[in-house]
């Protein structure tokens, strides 16, 4: 590494490709943390690994690349901290790949029109909310505005599995708010809902 850290052209590509997305990277791995400390921990360690694997990069998409190392950063931080968080489901892209239903990813759905009203402070509290592997879909589609191609490319998912988790996590973000809702933290999510459905 010490031949590295005086390689001028590695740091050169290190600013050009990784620096520029230091932004999208913390707010990816405070979403996938939970907490400032360790997202500034992920994004260090990420860093790291990057500039180690500069040279590896072969000038595709740089943001997709660096989003890769931060999510894998982040994961195995959390593996090794909370070791019993992770459940293992063998089959779980097969019934998400049969779930997911090609070309309506980008329709418009009562559940998408109603994120899009939410007020953001209680959409993130929302969002936070649910389980990491769906949270993650959120955060990528929604604040870093990933495409599905894109959010494939750094889960390292199929398409089909992108589309679906997207879905799902929709679906239980809906189901979270609307649960809020009732228990009468606001009554305006609820007449939304039936004003939406009703259209």
């Known amino acids: 590494m010490d031949d590295q850290i005086n390689c001028p052209d590695c740091n050169a590509r290190f600013a050009s490709v990784v620096l520029p997305h230091l932004d999208d990277a ?38 997709a690349w660096v989003l890769t190392i931060v999510r894998h950063t982040a994961y195995s931080l959390q593996r090794k901290n909370q070791p019993g968080i992770f459940v293992n489901v063998a ?38 909310a649910l389980p990491a592997s769906l949270r993650e879909m959120l955060v990528f589609r929604n604040v870093h505005g990933l495409g599905y191609r894109e959010i494939a490319e750094v889960t390292g998912m199929p ?41």
């Open 26 to 63: 913390y707010r990816l791995a405070h979403w996938l943390t939970g907490n400032r400390v360790d997202a500034e921990d992920v994004v260090q360690d990420a860093c790291l690994r990057a500039f180690r694997g500069i040279r590896n990069f072969c000038n595709g998409n740089a943001r």
């Open 91 to 128: 089959d779980l892209e097969t019934v998400e790949l049969a779930q997911a239903k090609p070309g309506e990813h980008d329709i418009e759905t009562p559940e998408t029109v109603l994120i899009a009203m939410m007020d953001a402070s209680r959409l993130e509290t929302a969002i936070a």
């Open 159 to 199: 398409i089909g599995t992108v589309m679906s988790r997207l879905a799902r996590a929709r679906g239980r973000l809906i189901a979270i708010i609307a649960k809020d809702d009732a228990s009468g933290r606001s009554g305006e999510f609820v007449r939304s809902v039936d004003l939406v459905h009703t259209s």
